[in-house]
């Protein structure tokens, strides 16, 4: 418990954020894993000011190159040109325990979740995450995110599924595409995280499940070890409320999104079927995925430097060796 209720304590040594949050393995219910990293995202009105706030206060968290050459502002370039726009300082020490954190603008990551328009941030925030600092209101922002990652879910799922599978395939779509997962990341990284915030997956998702339910997209009924069967209507006209749900970008780039016509009129394109729209959804989220994940590799390893970089790099390629060798 001790671990937990200390959990953003780093914020004591930052410059101040509008938002915070602290997830992975930190927040795991059962973790007892004290050698493992804290993980933070930090939303900040300003992200080069901040940098250069932070700069002043701790230097020693940045690639001393990256500080040297060209401070703050070199910071938040090579983030938003190279990366996705968030820049993350890993391996800092503070107070015996090891930490990472991302910094990003907090317009930048309202747009993403509310968007998916680079699907980086937005699909971490579709997992159990432990909220310390909300200046902006981000958790009731995020309801939108997670109603999108429930209906993405629900077109790549069956007829009938159970609630864990449910949770896996939310848990699986900002994985999709992602370079890491085919040589530096455990092969067995969803079930893991599943299993282990079970019930931080359900007090997340289960409101939006008990919608659907409402609106007889989905039946519930209850099985053994408190868990719920799911099935789901897979009429057209259920699809395409499912589908209306996800983002507009994501939609338009389906063909499914909305068209104006000649006469000034909105008009809703046609959705031939499921499996064409599950399939369209599937390739639009890859790609973002892909898009995303690569350039967020190459903007981490030039921002912590090479010795930090093959660290790190190190160590996910260690975990996906432990599991594929299982």
Not at 67 to 81: H, M, N, Q, Y
Not at 100 to 124: A, H, P, T
Not at 232 to 254: C, G, I, K
Request: proline residues 3%; hydrophobic residues 40%.
């Amino acid at each position: 418990m001790e671990a937990r209720t200390n959990l953003g304590s780093l914020l004591k040594i930052l410059p101040p954020v509008d938002f915070c949050c602290v997830y992975g393995s930190s927040i795991h219910p059962n973790n007892n894993d004290k050698s493992s990293m804290e993980d933070y995202i930090l939303g900040v009105s300003n992200p080069q000011q901040w940098h250069s706030e932070n700069l002043k206060m701790n230097r020693v968290h940045y690639a001393s190159w990256m500080a040297s050459v060209g401070g703050a502002e070199l910071i938040t370039k090579a983030a938003d040109r190279i990366g996705v726009g968030v820049h993350f300082n890993p391996f800092v020490s503070w107070n015996n325990k090891m930490y990472k954190y991302g910094v990003v603008s907090i317009d930048d990551l309202v747009e993403d979740m509310l968007s998916w328009k680079r699907f980086y941030l937005s699909g971490r925030l579709q997992k159990p995450v432990r909220i310390i600092v909300d200046n902006k209101d981000i958790t009731n922002t995020n309801l939108i995110n997670l109603r999108a990652a429930s209906s993405a879910a629900l077109l790549l799922l069956p007829s009938k599924f159970t609630e864990r599978e449910l949770y896996a395939k939310i848990c699986s779509l900002s994985y999709m595409g992602d370079l890491r997962m085919l040589f530096a990341e455990d092969k067995n990284k969803i079930k893991k995280i599943v299993e282990g915030q079970f019930e931080l997956f359900r007090n997340m998702y289960k409101p939006l499940v008990e919608e659907y339910a409402a609106k007889q997209l989905l039946r519930l009924s209850s099985c053994g070890d408190n868990q719920m069967n799911i099935s789901q209507d897979y009429s057209l006209s259920a699809t395409s409320s499912v589908v209306s749900s996800l983002p507009e970008s994501v939609r338009s780039q389906m063909g499914m999104g909305t068209v104006e016509t000649k006469a000034g009129q909105i008009s809703k394109l046609t959705i031939g079927s499921r499996e064409e729209a599950a399939a369209l959804m599937q390739k639009v989220l890859r790609r973002r995925v892909m898009i995303s994940s690569a350039r967020q590799a190459v903007a981490g390893f030039i921002a912590v430097g090479a010795v930090h970089g093959v660290k790190y790099l190190g160590k996910k390629m260690m975990k996906a060796w432990k599991s594929s060798s299982k």
